[in-house]
Nanobody, 120 residues
Framework: QVQLVESGGGLVQAGGSLRVSCAAS????????MGWYRQAPGKERELVAA???????NYADSVKGRFTISRDNAKKTVYLQMNSLKLEDTGVYYC??????????????WGQGTQVTVAS
């Protein structure tokens, strides 16, 4: 079993910044890609940003230039630095990770989600 625990969400004013973190634990051999998704009320879950074990990144067009994803492989942790937040960034942010467990079985896990609310 692989668990992901997010932290750092909250309420922030438009134009402000927030950083969310996600730590993985369990029987992990290797984590390949880690990413952040978000789901706004009444909308489908969408990819916000992802990062590979080698550091290659991918961002949704709506957050390019404002959000930065990073990871600490030794800590099995991924971060999302969110700057210049907009009202439309509001939603539940979910961490996702995929890789291999200690017994070589693949895994893809989700965190429980953390609420990010941007207020005007």
């Amino acid at each position: 079993q692989v668990q992901l625990v997010e932290s750092g969400g909250g309420l922030v004013q438009a134009g402000g910044s927030l950083r969310v973190s996600c730590a993985a634990s369990g029987s992990i051999y290797r984590i390949n890609t880690m990413g952040w998704y978000r789901q706004a009320p009444g909308k489908e879950r969408e990819l916000v940003a992802a990062i590979t074990s080698g550091g290659s990144t991918n961002y949704a067009d709506s957050v390019k230039g404002r959000f930065t994803i990073s990871r600490d492989n030794a800590k099995k942790t991924v971060y999302l630095q969110m700057n210049s937040l907009k009202l439309e960034d509001t939603g539940v942010y979910y961490c996702n990770a995929e890789g291999s467990q200690s017994d070589w079985r693949p895994f893809r896990s989700w965190g429980q989600g953390t609420q990010v609310t941007v207020a005007s």
